[in-house]
């Protein structure tokens, strides 16, 4: 493994963890972490496997184990604070909207989704990424497809459970 082949990885990386997390300065943190963790691990690299599939697992892996160690923290409506929220309805509107849709998907299905449509996955390296049968992949695929389209075609409705705000370190 060379620097210019992690580099090469940095782009999809970020993409990957800021859709997961949902926060920019945690995707950020997301990446160090992962990088930091390949280059301890380094030598459980082997050379001949894909350095990509690697070091998505690596990040896969580290968000889960995040996730579980964050406490229980009571989500917090967005809608009880839209009068104090500054901004105007503008052409970014689509994009929040799709952001906010794939942060209510479960984990397992975002992640699956993610990677097969952002990242280019085929199906064989998202399951060898995630650890699970191709078969789940599929499965979750299709699920998360179908509920982001029926999140997409759903107007937010006051009361309505959106994602909890998260704390930054």
């Known amino acids: 493994m060379n620097r210019t082949q992690v580099v090469e990885q940095l782009p999809g990386l970020r993409r990957y963890a800021r859709v997961l997390t949902g926060d920019a300065w945690a995707a950020d943190d997301l990446v160090q972490d992962t990088l930091e ?9 082997r050379t001949d496997s894909d350095l990509r599939a690697w070091l998505f697992t690596l990040m896969h892996n580290l968000y889960l184990n995040q996730r579980r160690a964050l406490p229980a923290v009571a989500p917090l409506d967005i809608e009880d604070l839209q009068d104090q929220l500054p901004g105007t309805p503008g052409p970014s509107d689509d994009a929040l909207d799709l952001e906010r849709c794939l942060l209510r998907l479960p984990d397992e299905q975002r992640c699956v989704l993610l990677l097969v449509g952002m990242e280019d996955m085929g199906y064989a390296e998202v399951a060898k990424v ?15 497809r179908a509920r982001l389209r029926e999140l997409m075609e759903t107007p937010v409705a006051i009361g309505t459970a959106v994602p909890p705000l998260r704390r930054l370190k």
Do not use: E, N, Y
């Open 37 to 45: 963790r390949a280059c301890s691990k380094w030598l459980l690299w």
């Open 130 to 144: 995630l650890d699970i049968p191709v078969g789940t992949v599929m499965s979750r695929l299709s699920r998360a």
